[in-house]
């Protein structure tokens, strides 16, 4: 059995929304597909978000699509597809989040209810935030169970 050392690079640190272990410079959790808060540093030194830097932050105009992970988007325009013509307000209200940026301030939660719930997760996720989306999956959770319930005693 090998032992792996891992340079000061690559230490593991807690993704902030499911608590995997992931590597420092991470900027998506391989777990549950969150962007990481912290971005990796920049040749400079500073990292993307930092207000000090002077670099032009040329990311932020093209690379919107990172906001969310791979399969966050796949789920969108799937859910999109098979709901068309509505559906494709999921994948329209991702698409404005990530490119004015305030796709980032979404917590995993929050982005994959407004995906899995449509319009209903759209609207809670804009008006109650995480609170809403924990509203919604217990809600769907109760539907859920009462309706194994009724099956189980039919």
Known sequence: MSTQNV????????????????????????????RQQSAPPSSSGHTVDDPTSTEPDETQSTDFL?????????????VGLVTFP????????????????????????????????GILGIIGVEIGGKT?????WGLFSLLIAVSVAIIVAG
């Open 66 to 78: 990172a906001e969310y992970s791979i399969l966050q988007w796949i789920v969108a325009a799937i």
């Open 132 to 136: 809403a989306a924990k509203v919604l």
């Open 7 to 34: 340079s000061d690079e690559e230490d593991l640190v807690h993704c902030y929304e499911c608590g995997a272990e992931i590597r420092r410079s991470a900027e998506i959790c391989k777990e549950c597909g969150v």
């Open 86 to 117: 509505v559906g494709l307000l999921v994948p329209a209200y991702l698409f404005y989040k990530a490119s004015n940026g305030s796709g980032k301030e979404q917590s995993g939660l929050e982005s994959w209810t407004a995906i899995l719930f």
